[in-house]
Nanobody, 119 residues
Framework: QVQLVESGGGLVQAGGSLSLSCAAS????????MGWYRQAPGKQRELVAL???????NYADSVKGRVAISRDIAKNTVYLQMNSLKPEDTAVYYC?????????????WGQGTLVTVSS
């Protein structure tokens, strides 16, 4: 079994910064892509940022220039540094990882962490 545990969400004022982290644990042989998604009230879940196991990163247009994703492969951990936050960044942020476990790849999700940006 694989678990992804996020931390670092909370309340921040517009213009502020927040850092999220997500650690994967369990029966992990390897991890390919890791990413962050978010879901705002009444909206569909959307990709925020994705990072490959080679360190190549992609970002949603809405966060480019304000967000940085990174990972520590040895620790099976992915990070999301968010700066210049806006009220529209308010959402539940979910960690995602493509994990090779018990002979096959699985898409694994964390439980989510709430980020609230006040105006």
């Amino acid at each position: 079994q694989v678990q992804l545990v996020e931390s670092g969400g909370g309340l921040v004022q517009a213009g502020g910064s927040l850092s999220l982290s997500c650690a994967a644990s369990g029966s992990i042989f390897s991890i390919n892509d890791m990413g962050w998604y978010r879901q705002a009230p009444g909206k569909q879940r959307e990709l925020v940022a994705l990072i490959t196991n080679f360190g190549s990163a992609n970002y949603a247009d809405s966060v480019k220039g304000r967000v940085a994703i990174s990972r520590d492969i040895a620790k099976n951990t992915v990070y999301l540094q968010m700066n210049s936050l806006k009220p529209e960044d308010t959402a539940v942020y979910y960690c995602n990882a493509e994990v090779f476990t018990r002979g096959s790849y699985r898409m694994c999700w964390g439980q989510g962490t709430l980020v609230t940006v006040s105006s």
